[in-house]
């Protein structure tokens, strides 16, 4: 039983373990993909049943009597179907779709003559199951969204199963049947589809997570078995301990990553290299993260078990503070290599930009710096007795302002943690005895404030040396001047153009209308951040060159370019052209043949990048995730400049025109940093005037106090958890609450409670502010844009294929001039024109209206209607407007849906919110010291009665309180003065009484005593009378007997006259100081001949202990407590008496220590008083006495006992002086 108690949390570790692994087995490894088919199949029953009633119900409203032809209204509710359970409703009058539930779905071309009754449908956009029903004329089409298939993926939209269906993303969903595929059937059986389980791991993360939680668990029971095993081998030596259980400890880690165990762990992002990565051993954020929690576990067990050997070894101190150092600055290689080697924001004064990865980076930092912290408070606590205090805190001092010097010169890391780690070594020594006890809440706040200020500089050290290499290789790849997203968008481009039939006919044509067709199709959206310039050539064209005004032939001319500059785009025929003039450039080349001219038509398309792009700039949710801006680059702004002229610039700074103007010396280095305005700017020197600025806002002093506020309240909670979690009489203490802490944490609650409601209002109040500014400037635009269309429209019956050519390039010059994307629906919802068609083209969204406009603006007849729409994750805000001619018949409506703005809208939100909850911070992290002072002002004097009381004596004068505020307190303090007064008079009668009492009682035990030899001497000597007078033969052997008798007699009773004389007067001590070491050995030499008794001395390698007391009286105490403890053994018991001689702090501690019989409870509190005794004779004085000696010393003396083991007796005296 007892081993199975001693080995219950391996067992259970163990145990935990073989269900993660055989969890993971079945989740990984046991065919997942088919039960996650089947439990597919079984949502998808469910949702064709829900499909069918609603199918049901709308057969229903059709065929009514009342029914009066108008979809919108009856289908209306319908609408909300798609967003909120994945179902979508079309209703097709033969091959025109004339209803849609969502425009999400509603593609005309996919849409039409007769559908099958059920069938799978791949749209676009996602892939569906359809439903259709035939009502009449009318093809009623019910849909259920089974999986995104965009064309493209970003953070907005992604190619994921949606809700309810539950399957990895990587699974494909087919029509085919085959032996890789599974397949998916109806209800009666029937075959509607497969699904190939493509994708290494075949389950879902969501099925991984309780194993993955089983394992955690396994590893905390293991940890605690191993903490319990170093415990229980405290005996062995140390450093063999500690150096097992690291080489136990990098085992299991080696295991893990050389083994990959538990695969599981890396289905998980936590895993994922793209977060971090770095080696063969830190290949993941989730391995560092192990890697800390086993090195502050290492830690935390050499903490609690390190001891220093016995004797005043300086070398092995000096090792064991070089070794902490080592720690520290071990600790600092990881926190540099996390920062330096993730995509991970350590940046807290942009608190948006922290995710829970972040917090797991900082999770990590705290591991790492609170293990080296451990490590140096056990040092620097083992390692006090044997320094001199004063050398100690002198010598970091001057180390410390020699280390600070350096660090602020030359700005290293290494440096910064010297300079912590000598801080913390003097904060610890300089706090000993103070009113910081370790573990209270002040002494916890000081370490965490201090490790959190050296924290947020090392942080923003590692960040610095991260951004500038970010901005090295921005300005290296601005240099190269390509544009990844727009030479994907040329591929893309060029398959359209080869089939293109409208570009051959319009050659014949005039130049601005082939010039308008190629700039509305091809050459809007993404591509207005480049001046196009669209040139023909056939073969007898000529060209003038500027500035020689020179004519050269057209084709050739190109054709040279192309040769001399051009780099071709895979599989088209565009060019990057590598001009070096700072600018981004591409040319395109089509030919054509042409019937009037033999040698055909060739069309050069050449784009050079703008300075300042155009309009309201191309949406994130258009940009695939590969073409997406790196996320390091998003605070960045950058310039060119070619000739010292700037020709491009991005973000948030305003540089100036010409280069010159910035006092920038790039003669020396091909990279040079600088800073002015605020912002830090490296500037890559291209050669030839011609320049590259990266610039990125300065980490500023207001930074440090916006982020040291987080930093702080983060580490204080780990601090509490871990000191909480790991001391048990800590847990204990905080049960008890004081009236101090009673007032910080009502102060500190109120503070934060109103905190949180001002804040929670004011944000709220401001985003609706922010929301409905952006909504007045929606209209404000949608305003002028009605008007400047309108203007066109009034006298327009129907929209002309020459309006809607007009429409085309009127709403991309509208697009430039508002900032803003519009589209043109028709009458009947399917749009017609639109500055942004990339959204329609790319199938993010079907050209049909959003089905809750169409329904305001047709059916309710809205003048103006906005509501809150969805594309994926993206959510913005929408406008539409009818188009009403003078007649009063509609046109179309206009929409002006805002998600280009969108991000700025969000930006400037998240901005507002993100200062405000730094403000609130700075405030609550005010309130909390605010708290501390203002309840240490109001305890204060509390606490001065407190000490008084515990201060009261009856032997002494008391002192009283001096408080001249009249308030409640001074009313107390009032009352206790005058109460120590009563208290001084009671006491002086109280001590007359006790006097005469003890005197009484002493009379009677020296009566006692002097009775108890009288008579038997009075027996004897009447005896003896008898006996001289009888006159026997045995008289001289009797008188002989007789007379030693008496002189016994005699002798006990000059003994009790001594020892009484003794007590009522012990002589005035005579101090000196001297050696309380080589008098403690003195004392034991006299007991050496005691050879039934083993007495042992303990020095502990003190050979000079001074003190300042009655040398005399002082071995006579001893010398007492010694013969006590050899009298308490029993006869038949091998005595052992242990003296052993200490320093704690200031004072010297003496123990002598026995194996006797122990002190029975009822008699211990009698000890020391003066006529208790437990032996058969003596008035029982000694121990008084000692006590008496050893307070005229200013010591103290108590003792501990257990029966039938022994007792110890303790006495304290204080240190005359500290040794060197």
Same mark, same amino acid.
């Given at each position: 039983?007892?081993?199975?108690?001693?080995?219950?949390?391996?067992?259970?570790?163990?145990?935990?373990?073989?269900?993660?692994?055989?969890?993971?087995?079945?989740?990984?490894?046991?065919?997942?993909?088919?039960?996650?088919?089947?439990?597919?199949?079984?949502?998808?029953?469910?949702?064709?049943?829900?499909?069918?009633?609603?199918?049901?119900?709308?057969?229903?409203?059709?065929?009514?009597?009342?029914?009066?032809?108008?979809?919108?209204?009856?289908?209306?509710?319908?609408?909300?179907?798609?967003?909120?359970?994945?179902?979508?409703?079309?209703?097709?009058?033969?091959?025109?779709?004339?209803?849609?539930?969502?425009?999400?779905?509603?593609?005309?071309?996919?849409?039409?003559?007769?559908?099958?009754?059920?069938?799978?449908?791949?749209?676009?956009?996602?892939?569906?199951?359809?439903?259709?029903?035939?009502?009449?004329?009318?093809?009623?089409?019910?849909?259920?969204?089974?999986?995104?298939?965009?064309?493209?993926?970003?953070?907005?939209?992604?190619?994921?199963?949606?809700?309810?269906?539950?399957?990895?993303?990587?699974?494909?969903i087919q029509r085919e049947k085959s032996s890789y595929n599974l397949p998916v059937r109806d209800e009666v059986g029937d075959y509607l589809f497969s699904v190939l389980p493509a994708g290494k791991i075949k389950c879902t993360s969501a099925q991984l997570?309780?194993?993955?939680?089983?394992?955690?668990?396994?590893?905390?029971?293991?940890?605690?078995?191993?903490?319990?095993?170093?415990?229980?081998?405290?005996?062995?030596?140390?450093?063999?301990?500690?150096?097992?259980?690291?080489?136990?400890?990098?085992?299991?880690?080696?295991?893990?990553?050389?083994?990959?165990?538990?695969?599981?762990?890396?289905?998980?992002?936590?895993?994922?290299?793209?977060?971090?990565?770095?080696?063969?051993?830190?290949?993941?954020?989730?391995?560092?993260?192990?890697?800390?929690?086993?090195?502050?576990?290492?830690?935390?067990?050499?903490?609690?078990?390190?001891?220093?050997?016995?004797?005043?070894?300086?070398?092995?101190?000096?090792?064991?503070?070089?070794?902490?150092?080592?720690?520290?600055?071990?600790?600092?290689?990881?926190?540099?290599?996390?920062?330096?080697?993730?995509?991970?924001?350590?940046?807290?004064?942009?608190?948006?930009?922290?995710?829970?990865?972040?917090?797991?980076?900082?999770?990590?930092?705290?591991?790492?710096?609170?293990?080296?912290?451990?490590?140096?408070?056990?040092?620097?606590?083992?390692?006090?007795?044997?320094?001199?205090?004063?050398?100690?805190?002198?010598?970091?001092?001057?180390?410390?302002?020699?280390?600070?010097?350096?660090?602020?010169?030359?700005?290293?890391?290494?440096?910064?943690?010297?300079?912590?780690?000598?801080?913390?070594?003097?904060?610890?020594?300089?706090?000993?005895?103070?009113?910081?006890?370790?573990?209270?809440?002040?002494?916890?706040?000081?370490?965490?404030?201090?490790?959190?200020?050296?924290?947020?500089?090392?942080?923003?050290?590692?960040?610095?040396?991260?951004?500038?290499?970010?901005?090295?290789?921005?300005?290296?790849?601005?240099?190269?001047?390509?544009?990844?997203?727009?030479?994907?968008?040329?591929?893309?481009?060029?398959?359209?153009?080869?089939?293109?039939?409208?570009?051959?006919?319009?050659?014949?044509?005039?130049?601005?209308?082939?010039?308008?067709?190629?700039?509305?199709?091809?050459?809007?959206?993404?591509?207005?951040?480049?001046?196009?310039?669209?040139?023909?050539?056939?073969?007898?064209?000529?060209?003038?060159?500027?500035?020689?005004?020179?004519?050269?032939?057209?084709?050739?001319?190109?054709?040279?370019?192309?040769?001399?500059?051009?780099?071709?785009?895979?599989?088209?025929?565009?060019?990057?052209?590598?001009?070096?003039?700072?600018?981004?450039?591409?040319?395109?080349?089509?030919?054509?043949?042409?019937?009037?001219?033999?040698?055909?038509?060739?069309?050069?398309?050449?784009?050079?990048?703008?300075?300042?792009?155009?309009?309201?700039?191309?949406?994130?949710?258009?940009?695939?995730?590969?073409?997406?801006?790196?996320?390091?680059?998003?605070?960045?702004?950058?310039?060119?400049?070619?000739?010292?002229?700037?020709?491009?610039?991005?973000?948030?700074?305003?540089?100036?025109?010409?280069?010159?103007?910035?006092?920038?010396?790039?003669?020396?280095?091909?990279?040079?940093?600088?800073?002015?305005?605020?912002?830090?700017?490296?500037?890559?020197?291209?050669?030839?005037?011609?320049?590259?600025?990266?610039?990125?806002?300065?980490?500023?002093?207001?930074?440090?106090?916006?982020?040291?506020?987080?930093?702080?309240?983060?580490?204080?909670?780990?601090?509490?958890?871990?000191?909480?979690?790991?001391?048990?009489?800590?847990?204990?203490?905080?049960?008890?609450?004081?009236?101090?802490?009673?007032?910080?944490?009502?102060?500190?609650?109120?503070?934060?409670?109103?905190?949180?409601?001002?804040?929670?209002?004011?944000i709220y109040y401001n985003i609706q502010e922010y929301e409905n500014r952006h909504q007045d400037d929606l209209n404000e635009k949608m305003k002028s844009i009605s008007e400047e269309i309108g203007i066109n429209l009034n006298d327009v019956n129907a929209?002309?294929?020459?309006?809607?050519?007009?429409?085309?390039?009127?709403?991309?010059?509208?697009?430039?001039?508002?900032?803003?994307?519009?589209?043109?629906?028709?009458?009947?919802?399917?749009?017609?024109?639109?500055?942004?068609?990339?959204?329609?083209?790319?199938?993010?969204?079907?050209?049909?209206?959003?089905?809750?406009?169409?329904?305001?603006?047709?059916?309710?007849?809205?003048?103006?209607?906005?509501?809150?729409?969805?594309?994926?994750?993206?959510?913005?805000?929408?406008?539409?407007?009818?188009?009403?001619?003078?007649?009063?018949?509609?046109?179309?409506?206009?929409?002006?849906?805002?998600?280009?703005?969108?991000?700025?809208?969000?930006?400037?939100?998240?901005?507002?919110?993100?200062?405000?909850?730094?403000?609130?911070?700075?405030?609550?992290?005010?309130?909390?010291?605010?708290?501390?002072?203002?309840?240490?002002?109001?305890?204060?004097?509390?606490?001065?009665?407190?000490?008084?009381?515990?201060?009261?004596?009856?032997? @002494?004068? !008391?002192? #009283?309180?001096?408080?001249?505020?009249?308030? &409640?307190? %001074? $009313?107390?303090?009032? *009352? +206790?003065?005058?109460?120590?007064?009563?208290?001084?008079?009671?006491?002086?009668?109280?001590?007359?009484?006790?006097?005469?009492?003890?005197?009484?009682?002493?009379?009677?035990?020296?009566?006692?005593?002097?009775?108890?030899?009288?008579?038997?001497? @009075?027996? !004897?000597? #009447?005896?003896?009378?008898?006996?001289?007078? &009888?006159? %026997? $033969?045995?008289?001289? *052997? +009797?008188?002989?007997?007789?007379?030693?008798?008496?002189?016994?007699?005699?002798?006990?009773?000059?003994?009790?006259?001594?020892?009484?004389?003794?007590?009522?007067?012990?002589?005035?001590?005579?101090?000196?100081?001297?050696?309380?070491?080589?008098?403690?050995?003195?004392?034991?030499?006299?007991?050496?001949?005691?050879?039934?008794?083993?007495?042992?001395?303990?020095?502990?390698?003190?050979?000079?202990?001074?003190?300042?007391?009655?040398?005399?009286?002082?071995?006579?105490?001893?010398?007492?407590?010694?013969?006590?403890?050899?009298?308490?053994?029993?006869?038949?018991?091998?005595?052992?008496?242990?003296?052993?001689?200490?320093?704690?702090?200031?004072?010297?501690?003496?123990?002598?220590?026995?194996?006797?019989?122990?002190?029975?409870?009822?008699?211990?509190?009698?000890?020391?008083?003066?006529?208790?005794?437990?032996?058969?004779?003596?008035?029982?004085?000694?121990?008084?006495?000692?006590?008496?000696?050893?307070?005229?010393?200013?010591?103290?003396?108590?003792?501990?006992?257990?029966?039938?083991?022994?007792?110890?007796?303790?006495?304290?005296?204080?240190?005359?002086?500290?040794?060197?």
């Amino acid at each position: 039983m007892e081993n199975i108690r001693k080995y219950s949390f391996l067992i259970l570790s163990l145990t935990f373990f073989a269900f993660a692994f055989l969890l993971e087995h079945q989740r990984l490894h046991h065919a997942p993909e088919v039960k996650l088919i089947d439990q597919f199949e079984q949502q998808l029953h469910e949702q064709k049943k829900l499909l069918n009633s609603r199918l049901d119900e709308i057969e229903e409203s059709l065929t009514e009597a009342d029914f009066n032809g108008n979809l919108q209204a009856t289908l209306f509710p319908y609408s909300s179907l798609f967003p909120n359970q994945g179902l979508g409703f079309v209703v097709l009058d033969g091959n025109e779709l004339i209803y849609w539930s969502h425009n999400h779905f509603a593609f005309t071309s996919r849409f039409s003559g007769k559908m099958a009754s059920q069938e799978l449908l791949a749209l676009p956009n996602g892939i569906y199951l359809s439903l259709t029903r035939k009502v009449d004329s009318l093809q009623v089409v019910g849909l259920i969204h089974i999986k995104n298939i965009y064309s493209i993926e970003n953070q907005y939209i992604s190619n994921e199963f949606v809700e309810p269906f539950v399957l990895p993303e990587s699974f494909v969903i087919q029509r085919e049947k085959s032996s890789y595929n599974l397949p998916v059937r109806d209800e009666v059986g029937d075959y509607l589809f497969s699904v190939l389980p493509a994708g290494k791991i075949k389950c879902t993360s969501a099925q991984l997570l309780f194993p993955a939680a089983l394992f955690v668990m396994a590893f905390l029971f293991l940890l605690v078995f191993t903490r319990k095993m170093v415990k229980h081998f405290r005996h062995e030596d140390f450093l063999m301990r500690i150096m097992v259980l690291a080489l136990a400890l990098f085992g299991f880690y080696w295991i893990h990553i050389l083994f990959r165990l538990p695969q599981l762990v890396y289905a998980f992002d936590l895993f994922d290299p793209s977060l971090y990565a770095y080696s063969f051993w830190l290949p993941s954020l989730g391995d560092l993260l192990l890697l800390a929690v086993l090195f502050f576990f290492w830690s935390m067990n050499f903490a609690r078990e390190f001891s220093f050997s016995k004797g005043n070894n300086r070398n092995e101190i000096f090792s064991a503070h070089c070794f902490s150092l080592l720690v520290y600055l071990f600790a600092n290689y990881l926190i540099g290599n996390l920062i330096q080697n993730s995509s991970i924001s350590f940046q807290l004064n942009r608190i948006d930009d922290v995710d829970q990865y972040s917090v797991i980076g900082f999770i990590i930092v705290a591991l790492l710096f609170f293990a080296a912290f451990q490590i140096n408070l056990k040092i620097v606590e083992s390692s006090v007795r044997y320094l001199s205090k004063k050398r100690f805190l002198w010598g970091h001092l001057l180390l410390i302002v020699v280390f600070v010097g350096l660090s602020v010169h030359y700005k290293n890391s290494y440096l910064y943690m010297i300079c912590l780690f000598l801080l913390t070594n003097f904060s610890v020594l300089a706090l000993e005895n103070t009113h910081f006890k370790k573990h209270s809440i002040s002494y916890i706040i000081y370490f965490v404030s201090l490790f959190a200020f050296f924290t947020l500089i090392n942080i923003q050290y590692f960040n610095q040396q991260r951004t500038i290499e970010s901005q090295k290789l921005m300005a290296v790849t601005l240099n190269s001047e390509h544009d990844p997203a727009a030479e994907i968008f040329l591929t893309d481009i060029q398959q359209e153009l080869n089939v293109d039939s409208v570009i051959p006919y319009l050659l014949s044509t005039t130049y601005q209308e082939l010039e308008s067709y190629l700039e509305r199709q091809y050459f809007g959206g993404y591509f207005r951040k480049y001046e196009l310039d669209i040139i023909l050539c056939s073969g007898s064209d000529s060209l003038l060159v500027e500035p020689e005004n020179q004519w050269v032939p057209c084709f050739p001319f190109f054709e040279e370019m192309i040769e001399e500059s051009g780099t071709r785009i895979p599989g088209t025929n565009f060019y990057f052209m590598d001009n070096l003039n700072g600018r981004i450039s591409y040319m395109g080349r089509i030919f054509y043949p042409l019937s009037a001219d033999s040698l055909g038509t060739s069309v050069f398309f050449e784009l050079n990048s703008r300075l300042l792009p155009e309009g309201a700039g191309f949406p994130e949710l258009l940009l695939d995730r590969s073409m997406a801006k790196p996320h390091r680059y998003r605070h960045f702004s950058y310039a060119k400049y070619f000739n010292h002229e700037l020709v491009t610039l991005s973000g948030d700074y305003q540089y100036n025109y010409y280069i010159d103007s910035y006092d920038v010396q790039t003669d020396s280095s091909e990279f040079v940093l600088a800073r002015w305005d605020g912002y830090d700017h490296l500037t890559h020197d291209l050669g030839k005037g011609n320049f590259i600025i990266v610039s990125c806002e300065t980490f500023e002093l207001m930074d440090y106090l916006i982020s040291f506020p987080y930093l702080f309240v983060f580490y204080f909670v780990f601090v509490l958890l871990v000191v909480f979690g790991g001391n048990s009489s800590f847990r204990k203490k905080a049960k008890l609450y004081d009236l101090k802490f009673k007032i910080q944490a009502a102060i500190i609650t109120v503070v934060l409670a109103s905190l949180f409601v001002v804040a929670g209002g004011t944000i709220y109040y401001n985003i609706q502010e922010y929301e409905n500014r952006h909504q007045d400037d929606l209209n404000e635009k949608m305003k002028s844009i009605s008007e400047e269309i309108g203007i066109n429209l009034n006298d327009v019956n129907a929209l002309s294929p020459d309006l809607v050519d007009w429409l085309w390039r009127e709403l991309n010059k509208l697009s430039i001039v508002f900032r803003t994307d519009i589209n043109i629906f028709g009458v009947n919802g399917e749009l017609i024109a639109s500055s942004r068609p990339e959204l329609y083209l790319r199938g993010i969204v079907s050209n049909r209206m959003n089905a809750e406009a169409y329904y305001e603006l047709i059916e309710n007849y809205q003048i103006s209607y906005s509501q809150p729409e969805r594309i994926g994750d993206l959510s913005y805000l929408s406008v539409y407007e009818p188009i009403i001619n003078d007649m009063g018949d509609y046109l179309g409506f206009i929409n002006l849906p805002y998600f280009t703005r969108g991000d700025e809208l969000k930006q400037e939100i998240s901005t507002f919110i993100v200062a405000f909850i730094n403000l609130y911070v700075l405030l609550f992290l005010a309130s909390v010291l605010v708290a501390v002072l203002l309840a240490n002002q109001i305890t204060r004097p509390l606490s001065m009665v407190r000490e008084k009381l515990k201060g009261i004596q009856l032997v @002494k004068k !008391n002192e #009283q309180i001096s408080y001249q505020r009249d308030d &409640e307190i %001074g $009313a107390l303090i009032k *009352e +206790y003065n005058r109460k120590v007064e009563e208290l001084a008079e009671s006491a002086e009668l109280l001590a007359r009484t006790e006097r005469e009492l003890a005197w009484r009682e002493m009379a009677k035990q020296v009566a006692h005593e002097i009775k108890n030899p009288l008579t038997p001497m @009075k027996l !004897n000597i #009447q005896y003896l009378q008898r006996a001289k007078n &009888e006159k %026997g $033969a045995h008289f001289d *052997e +009797y008188f002989d007997r007789v007379t030693r008798t008496l002189i016994e007699q005699i002798d006990t009773l000059s003994d009790i006259a001594t020892e009484f004389s003794n007590f009522a007067k012990i002589p005035k001590a005579r101090n000196e100081v001297f050696n309380l070491a080589t008098q403690l050995t003195k004392v034991t030499e006299l007991f050496e001949s005691s050879t039934h008794i083993d007495l042992s001395v303990e020095l502990d390698g003190r050979d000079e202990l001074l003190v300042c007391a009655d040398r005399e009286q002082i071995s006579r105490a001893l010398v007492n407590l010694i013969k006590n403890a050899i009298q308490s053994i029993p006869p038949k018991r091998k005595g052992k008496v242990k003296v052993v001689l200490a320093k704690k702090q200031d004072w010297a501690v003496i123990s002598v220590r026995d194996n006797g019989t122990g002190i029975p409870e009822d008699i211990r509190q009698q000890m020391f008083q003066p006529n208790f005794t437990t032996k058969s004779s003596g008035m029982g004085l000694g121990l008084a006495i000692v006590k008496k000696i050893i307070e005229n010393a200013h010591g103290k003396i108590w003792f501990e006992t257990e029966l039938d083991q022994g007792s110890t007796f303790y006495i304290e005296l204080p240190l005359h002086q500290e040794i060197s």
